[in-house]
């Protein structure tokens, strides 16, 4: 029942499609992104093992159409976009740890100037921008990179495509401009749209694996 809630009961029996590589994310309910990269990034091979061969090229294609959009599932995934409305919730009531609010408190400036930055330029990625010295840590992020990630977190910048895997960044309401935000679901409804979708997905689970599925408490 498992592997075939979870699309892995068959080898595929046709040339995959655009269309199968958004249905199998559908059916996983989320893609993890992963920047380990050997043969091809590992979220490339969690689509392979259940289509076969297909143009890698299709999943940021998705993403450029709208039809995915990237949020922390269980870590930062792929989702499709008609589950915008679950995952807004979080965005809106997203609660920063303690380092995350030391930093905003240092950083204000910092963060308001890359929100009028966005309103002033558009869709940016962060390597645009230079790094005065760098670091010996591989998390030794710049700090338009730090500012983009607090607001992207909050809902207030969104990710509008991916170019040779680095993010493109712009203000949400220019990457999703029909949105509104009164179709956010409550976070009651949201946690239980989450847990139903593990469960279809999953097929059969214990019950502390449906929350493990998108890491609720």
């Not at 338009?144 to 909050?154: D, G, H, P, V, W």
């Not at 009651?188 to 599925?213: F, S, T």
């Amino acid at each position: 029942l498992m592997l075939t809630t979870l699309g892995l009961e068959k080898a595929p029996r046709s040339k995959a499609t655009k269309a199968d590589v958004l249905a199998t994310i559908r059916q996983i309910t989320a893609l993890q992104i992963d920047t380990i990269n050997i043969v091809a990034r590992a979220h490339l091979h969690i689509l392979w093992s259940r289509l076969g061969s297909y143009d890698s090229s299709w999943v940021e294609e998705l993403q450029r159409e709208g039809r995915l959009f990237e949020y922390l599932a269980h870590a930062m995934c792929f989702i499709p976009i008609e589950d915008y409305s679950i995952y807004r919730r979080q965005m809106l009531e997203h609660v920063p740890n303690n380092w995350e609010k030391q930093w905003e408190g240092q950083n204000q400036a910092e963060i308001a100037r890359m929100r009028e930055y966005l309103r002033s330029n558009g869709a940016v990625r962060s390597s645009e921008f230079e790094r005065p010295k760098k670091g010996s840590a591989w998390w030794d992020w710049k700090v338009e990179k730090m500012a983009l990630e607090m607001l992207f977190y909050r809902g207030e910048v969104a990710v509008a495509e991916r170019c040779s895997f680095q993010r493109v960044y712009n203000l949400q309401e220019r990457v999703y401009p029909t949105w509104d935000d009164q179709h956010t679901l409550s976070q009651p409804d949201a946690i239980r749209a989450q847990l139903q979708k593990a469960a279809i997905a999953l097929g059969v689970a214990r019950p502390e694996w449906l929350c493990n599925y998108y890491y609720l408490k």
